[in-house]
């Protein structure tokens, strides 16, 4: 049996069962552990793309039309292996826009404003983009972000979230909270959130519960159905490797999906695809949560991210991704500690259910950007975010123990 607090890189590679996932994928050269900003490129989906180019010079505009991979309809082969992800059902998620764009749409559906229940809850180390949709959301129905703004952060001195605190916020504020909107994982400290339990609570003063999933979808196994959250949204050029600008998902619970008293930005893309070409102009919705959909979709985008998607299918699924990360974190604890002991602290909760395979290193012993700006020069991919996290992510998809290893050895030589 390998184990990651005794055995080597080598031996807890051999013993890998998703090891060769690596070979699907081009990476660049060095050690790539950046997959939480951008993935790698899956080789399938330069073909993928390809085979676009393809049809769309073949075809033309019969491209919309033709075959299994009609683009009217391209978005559905999306459906499954999204929904398996995020533990939804096919009528819940959809692929469509990009991750701030599903927020705004989905906050003009749950976030509904009146005089009495007007607060939204972020939180108060919220990604800007997430900040700047909620704030913007409450100015433009008439609101001020100064009285209906409500964020929540760590406690002076601490680094993460204790789930104690957020609920009690929520109870704090009660009749007066529309919207709850975190995180599923933290983007700086990389913290899950308790989805389930901050839903209940969310629910239990008569809130909407929204979480943006950007962190978390591709990284940890997820239950958006049985945990109840009303809505969700996510990018997929991060843990879902869809490249740059790729197209984002969007979830919203069964029992929204076909009501059609909510408020909602329309477009042609939302009816009923039967006869949506009649261009009749009475909105037949489709009785899913395609009927947020406004635009056709982004094909190319679309090829990248299906081609990706198959992979997490090889792979077994976030379950099996999940087993191999939780080993991944254990080595590349021990590996630090053994190497770095408290020349570097990570910014991560300890414990494994708070944890995905982001860590936030902050360097104790000396200048944390210039050690980041080395591991740069030395072709370690890896980020900074202020004010003094070096984010890197072992992706059990294609990192390996080896990656992990050699990255402790370089930072054990750079780090003062
Ligand atoms: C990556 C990320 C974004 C980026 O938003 P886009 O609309 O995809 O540009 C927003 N919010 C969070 C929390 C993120 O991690």
């Given amino acids: 049996m390998t184990d990651p607090s005794t055995s080597s890189a080598a031996e807890l590679d051999a013993a890998d069962p998703l090891a060769n996932l690596r070979h699907e994928f081009e990476l660049p050269e060095g050690i790539y552990l950046v997959g939480n900003s951008l993935g790698a490129l899956p080789k399938a989906a330069r073909t993928a793309i390809q085979t676009e180019v393809d049809r769309w010079a073949t075809l033309g505009v019969e491209g919309h039309f033709t075959g299994e991979l009609a683009w009217k309809n391209y978005h559905e082969l999306l459906t499954q292996p999204m929904a398996a992800l995020t533990g939804t059902h096919s009528d819940e998620v959809v692929a ?31 990604f ?17 972000p100064a009285t209906s703004l409500i964020t929540i952060g760590p406690r002076d001195g601490e680094s ?51 979480f943006d999933l950007a962190h978390a979808v591709g990284n940890i196994e997820l239950n958006l159905h049985d945990d109840d959250v009303d809505f ?19 979830f ?17 893309w ?53 087993a191999k990360s939780e080993q991944q974190i ?25 944890r995905g395979c982001q860590f936030a290193l902050r360097v104790v012993s000396g200048d944390g950007r210039a050690v980041f700006e080395q591991l740069e020069h030395e072709r370690v991919f890896c980020d900074w975010r202020e004010p003094d996290a070096i984010r890197v992510a072992p992706v059990p998809l294609y990192n390996s123990f080896d990656d992990i290893d050699r990255f402790v050895d370089i930072l054990d030589r750079i780090v003062p």
Wanted: aromatic letters at 8%; a negative charge; glycine letters at 8%.
């Fill in 232 to 250: 969700a949204a996510w990018c997929t050029y991060k843990y879902l490797n869809s490249g740059p600008g790729g197209v984002a998902g969007a």
């Fill in 128 to 144: 800007p983009s997430d900040h700047f949709a909620a704030e913007s959301q409450i100015r433009q129905r008439g609101f001020d």
């Fill in 252 to 268: 919203v619970h069964r029992r929204h999906v076909t009501n059609q008293d909510l408020p909602k930005f329309l477009g042609w």
């Fill in 96 to 126: 469509m826009n990009g991750l701030t764009v599903n927020l705004h749409l989905l906050m003009v559906s749950f976030y509904t404003p009146t005089p009495q229940r007007h607060k939204i809850l972020i939180e108060a180390g919220a």
């Fill in 330 to 354: 254990r080595f590349f604890d021990r590996r630090l500690t053994e190497s770095l002991g408290d020349r570097v602290e990570n910014l991560s909760p300890a414990e494994m259910h708070q």
């Fill in 270 to 322: 939302g009816t009923n695809p039967e006869t949506r070409f009649a261009m009749a102009t009475e909105f037949d919705a489709m009785q899913s949560v395609e009927s947020w959909q406004l635009s056709n979709a982004p094909i190319f985008q679309m090829a990248a991210l299906r081609a990706s998607l198959d992979l997490f299918q090889q792979a077994g699924g976030m379950s099996a991704l999940r």
């Fill in 160 to 210: 993460v979230l204790r789930t104690d605190d957020i609920v009690a916020t929520i109870a704090e504020h009660g009749e007066e909270l529309c919207l709850v909107l975190l995180p599923g994982v933290q983007y700086y400290t990389g913290q899950v959130l308790p989805i389930a339990e901050i839903t209940e609570a969310g629910h239990a003063v008569g809130a909407m519960v929204g």
